[in-house]
């Protein structure tokens, strides 16, 4: 059994980005600029967008983070990123979600400049993604292909599994599987809530993806030997042994399914770094493109 290790990975693909960008600096170019907004005081919102700045930081890239309080309202919200998409030094930004209850997440998805949005989040960018054009991957799934691609994970062909059918991961990760390129070529599945005989379905998988929001949903005797196993799902679960209170734990069950599996993610350290990893490799194609016009 490999673990397919996301910490060590984005950390490659992060030195690789900082060497592109101490070149940048050598020959005096612009260097990628990635901003984030924040709206309000949500704990996990803030850990991840302090995650990225710190990552910019680190390989070299100009951040800049808008915080909101989280009264902001929807118009003053949409102002902001009006702002945004015409600021010429600013290559790329986020808005992370989720966003308070007052302010409607899908027409602010919709107002981000596509050519700016590095979330891959836009419904331009999801469309090209769905014709195979060139375009901003969704951060997530495209850190699954990475990890893929880099351990020479064998897809081609495979059967593959992908629990859950949400935009950020599941859909897109489906598509992405059965289009012609190195870790895909596959024959994709999507289960859900109402999928009937589920066990069945997982257990003829060659490679599962778990993004159902369902902490250790997955268990042994639901695969069989020698399965990938791609574990999204992140939820804290009370753990009175631990200082916090808490652990993290996937949608998988790593102990029972870890045994049978040839690779597999953990958590943490698994896909959560990669997706920080490949905003700033979507980041430094929009430098890229934004340069070339």
Do not use: W
């Not at 996301?6 to 490659?12: A, H, L, P, T």
């Not at 997440?105 to 919709?110: I, Y």
């Not at 897809?155 to 390129?181: A, C, D, E, F, Y």
Request: glycine content about 8%.
């Amino acid at each position: 059994m490999t673990i397919l290790d996301g910490k060590k990975v984005s950390n490659d693909i992060k030195n690789e980005i900082a060497e592109q960008v101490s070149v940048m600096v050598a020959n005096g170019e612009k260097v990628p600029h990635l901003a984030a907004v924040l709206v309000g005081s949500d704990g996990a919102s803030m850990t991840y967008v302090n995650a990225k700045v710190k990552a910019c930081e680190r390989i070299g890239f100009k951040s800049t983070l808008i915080e909101l309080p989280e009264h902001t309202t929807e118009a003053e919200l949409l102002e902001k990123i009006a702002i945004l998409n015409t600021d010429a030094d600013i290559d790329g930004f986020i808005v992370q979600l989720p966003l308070p209850k007052q302010i409607d997440e899908q027409k602010v998805l919709m107002a981000i400049d596509p050519d700016k949005d590095v979330d891959g989040f836009h419904p331009t960018n999801v469309g090209r993604m769905a014709l195979d054009l060139p375009t901003f991957l969704p951060a997530t799934p495209y850190g699954i292909m990475e990890l893929l691609e880099r351990y020479k994970v064998e897809t081609s062909g495979k059967n593959v599994v992908v629990m859950g059918r949400s935009h950020i991961v599941g859909r897109p990760m489906s598509i992405l599987m059965s289009q012609k390129r190195k870790a895909g070529d596959a024959t994709v599945t999507v289960v859900h809530s109402r999928s009937k005989n589920l066990e069945a379905i997982t257990k003829a998988a060659d490679i599962i993806v778990a993004a159902i929001g369902i902490s250790e949903f997955l268990t042994g005797d639901m695969v069989k030997e020698d399965v990938v196993v791609i574990d999204v799902g992140i939820t804290r679960v009370p753990d009175t042994t631990k200082k916090n209170g808490y652990r993290l734990a996937g949608d998988v069950h790593f102990e029972s399914v870890s045994k049978k599996a040839s690779y597999i993610t953990p958590v943490p350290g698994g896909v959560g770094p990669m997706t920080i990893a490949m905003l700033l490799k979507n980041t430094l194609l929009s430098r890229e493109r934004h340069n070339a016009k």
